[in-house]
């Protein structure tokens, strides 16, 4: 028997959802349990499996305990904290990041300035900054110097794009909600799996939106 195309010799090896494990030359399957997990990233994390420069990875949070090969639906920039799903289902993840899907993505921006009203009007309206156009689904202020924000597609690094159009600097981006799931209480740094609930939201959400499309 070979697992990875490497031979195994030692009594009580283990194989794990994703590897290939062969038997004279013919490729077994393993059942695969299906994994949904929702971190609390924290600032300084990057959202990738691996990185040459050796950073942090916010997938290293989840520990030894998941077992499961992983990986994170979509991103957040290595600055930013909040809301970060992990899942080994493949199609979910392939719906959920489809712009069809257009589920929600709620941050709050704390910024090093006053926010002014153009940038709610503007942003909501739809602005392009460096040939790029960026809109916001709803924007809420929540003082001289924070604001809610909501996002369906989500270009890269979106608001604080914007914010620098207009000369200011985010000083801490946190996404608090994607589609029906919500951080609550989780502590930055911390992970918990989806509800059997959470994971029929998301899958129905996904479902309408791209028979829609």
């Known amino acids: 028997m070979a697992v990875n195309g490497e031979l195994v010799t030692e009594l009580g090896s283990k194989a794990y959802p994703g590897d290939e494990v062969s038997l004279d030359g013919k490729i077994l399957s393993l059942e695969e349990r299906k994994v949904y997990l929702l971190l609390n990233k924290p600032e300084g994390y990057l959202s990738t499996m691996a990185d040459p420069q050796g950073r942090k990875l916010a997938v290293d949070l989840l520990g030894e305990a998941v077992t499961e090969r992983v990986y994170n639906v979509g991103r957040l920039d290595q600055w930013s904290s909040g809301l970060l799903l992990f899942t080994n289902d493949g199609e979910l993840a392939r719906r959920l990041s489809h712009p069809s899907c257009g589920i929600e993505k709620e941050y709050v921006v704390r910024s090093d300035d006053i926010l002014p009203p153009e940038f709610f009007r503007e942003f909501r309206r739809g602005i392009e900054v460096e040939g ?11 003082g001289e110097r924070e604001a809610s924000i909501v996002l369906v597609e989500g270009k890269n690094r979106e ?7 207009y000369g200011i600097r985010a000083l801490s981006l946190c996404r608090v909600r994607i589609g ?5 209480k989780l502590a930055p740094g911390k992970y918990r799996p989806l509800t059997p609930s ?12 791209n028979s829609a499309s």
């Open 198 to 209: 959470e994971i029929e939201a998301l899958q129905a959400l996904s479902r309408n939106a």
């Open 132 to 142: 790029v156009l960026y809109k916001a689904s709803r924007l809420e202020r929540l």
């Open 180 to 184: 029906p799931l919500g951080l609550d």
């Open 159 to 165: 608001i604080r794009r914007v914010l620098a159009h």
